[in-house]
Nanobody, 126 residues
C-alpha cells in the first residue's frame, strides 16, 4: 500500500500562486496514477487533475482553465500541483490520491482512487 502526505497549502491573495506537493511511500510509485482533488465546505470532493506514470495528464478544464499544472518526479516519489492565478473559489482542502494503473488510462473519478492523503488547506483571499 502507498501512503501519501501533502504539503504546500496556505493562505494566498487572489492572483497569487501556490505549489502543492505530495510525497508517496510504501509502494511502487511508477505503478500508480496520481490525482489531485479538492473539497470546499459543504461540497463534494471534486477532481482537479491527474497524471499517469508516463506523464499523461488529465485536467478538469472547466475549473482550472490552464491555471493549474500537475507534474510528477518519479525519482523523488512526489507529485506536484502548481496553481497560478488563484481565485477565492479555489479555496478548499486539497487531497492527493493514488490509483493502481492497470488499464493505462488516467482516471478522473474519485471512486477509482484507493489511497488518499490527509489533505492540505488552500485559502485564497479576495
Amino acid at each position: 500500500q502507498v501512503q501519501l502526505v501533502e504539503s504546500g497549502g496556505g493562505l494566498v491573495q487572489a492572483g497569487g500562486s501556490l505549489r502543492l506537493s505530495c510525497a508517496a511511500s510504501g509502494g511502487t510509485f511508477t505503478s500508480y496514477n496520481l490525482g489531485w482533488f479538492r473539497q470546499a465546505p459543504g461540497k463534494e470532493r471534486d477532481f482537479v487533475a491527474a497524471i499517469g506514470w508516463s506523464g499523461a495528464r488529465v485536467y478538469d478544464t472547466e475549473s482550472v482553465k490552464g491555471r493549474f499544472t500537475i507534474s510528477r518526479d518519479n525519482a523523488k516519489n512526489t507529485v506536484f500541483l502548481q496553481m497560478n492565478s488563484l481565485k477565492p473559489e479555489d479555496t478548499a482542502v486539497y487531497y492527493c490520491a493514488a490509483a493502481s494503473d492497470y488499464s493505462g488510462n488516467v482516471p478522473s473519478s474519485r471512486y477509482e482512487y484507493a489511497y488518499w492523503g490527509q489533505g492540505t488547506q488552500v485559502t485564497v483571499s479576495s
